[in-house]
């Protein structure tokens, strides 16, 4: 996952960390929403973001860390 956001704010992994936000990493809301596309494909799960309110939607995307706990939760609850 980290890939996927790194590759959005075109940096490299090593540069991207929990606790930086994504505004911190150059990530607009284009680059977000491409985010949120690729996260979906990639883990094959459905991410309830709401792009025209995406600061007070169900998706936590307060930091990179959260991003991957949200991600995290959606796909066991998709296995459960």
Known sequence: MI?????????DVADVT???TLEDLGIDSLGLVEAIFAIE???DITV??????PQNGAFDISS??????????LVA????
Do not use: M, R, W, Y
């Open 3 to 11: 890939q996927i956001i790194a590759h959005q704010a075109v940096l």
């Open 18 to 20: 929990p606790d930086a």
């Open 41 to 43: 494909e990639s883990f």
């Open 48 to 53: 309830p973001f709401n792009a025209n309110d």
């Open 64 to 73: 990179v860390g959260a991003v991957i706990a949200a991600v995290e939760t």
């Open 77 to 80: 609850t998709k296995a459960a």
